[in-house]
């Protein structure tokens, strides 16, 4: 069974500051991660994801997450924020073994807030 | 880069009527298809999965009766919802997987289609 807690429903933070946005998994077999970011009343658009190999793994729009197996993390990171990061973002869990890298389950979302 | 088309992207029907939503890969073939509904300000919730020629595998508590997954070909997949009510009213989103690659097949989403039931 897999699980992902995202830590914060809702995240502010100043344009141009560092966006942080936080992802516990829990997995019994190895993982692959993935983030996605929602804009209103849209689908799901891949920010990125790790199967295997670098753990710092570089997405779209400037992001950026680390796989910590030690910790069960895939935290999101940003250096500065845009206005136009302001979304909903998803982490997602999937398991590797099985080939099911289709099957994802989501944590329950953050929102992000960027203000002027 | 892959795409997925969904339509409609809303839909406003009375209760008691049935809905169909249609899903389409438009530039590869999607062996596995994968449908989700998203409540307000929440997660996406994995209703059913389907596989192109056989009968979608449904999460527990989704009543297959009531959702019905037709995945006849390796770009197009529907979901009906029968005898829609109120709280049938969500956000449905699908997502398409392509054949071959990498275990780690990364998932294309559709815009989703918001359902309101009257």
């Known amino acids: 069974a897999q699980s992902v807690t995202q830590l914060g429903s809702h995240v502010s933070v100043s344009e141009g500051a560092l966006v942080l946005l936080r992802c516990n998994y829990s997995?019994?077999?190895?993982?692959?991660l993935f983030w996605y970011v929602q804009y209103p009343n849209q689908g799901l658009q891949l920010l990125l994801k790790?199967?295997?190999?670098?753990?710092l793994v570089k997405g779209i729009n400037g992001f950026e997450a680390e796989f910590k197996k030690s910790e069960t993390s895939f935290h999101l990171t940003k250096p500065s924020a845009h206005m136009s990061d302001a979304a909903e973002y998803f982490c997602a869990v999937s398991a590797a073994l099985t080939g099911g890298g289709n099957k994802l389950t989501f944590g329950t979302g953050t929102q992000l807030k960027v203000e002027l | 880069g892959a795409v997925v088309s969904q339509h409609p992207s809303r839909v406003i029907c009375k209760s008691g009527t049935s809905v169909k939503i249609e899903c389409r890969s438009l530039d590869f073939q999607a062996t596995t298809m994968f449908w989700y509904r998203q409540f307000p300000k929440q997660s996406l919730m994995l209703m059913a999965t389907s596989n192109e020629g056989s009968k979608a595998t449904y999460e527990q508590g989704v009543e297959k009766d009531k959702f019905l997954i037709n995945h006849a070909s390796l770009t197009l997949s529907t979901l009906t919802v029968t005898s829609a009510h109120p709280e049938d009213s969500s956000f449905y989103i699908c997502?398409?997987?392509?054949?071959?690659?990498?275990?780690?097949?990364?998932?294309?989403f559709g815009a989703g289609s918001r359902l309101t039931v009257l």
């Open positions: 790790y199967t295997t190999g670098a753990t």
């Open positions: 997995s019994s077999v190895p993982p692959y």
């Open positions: 997502s398409a997987a392509g054949s071959g690659g990498s275990g780690a097949n990364v998932l294309t």
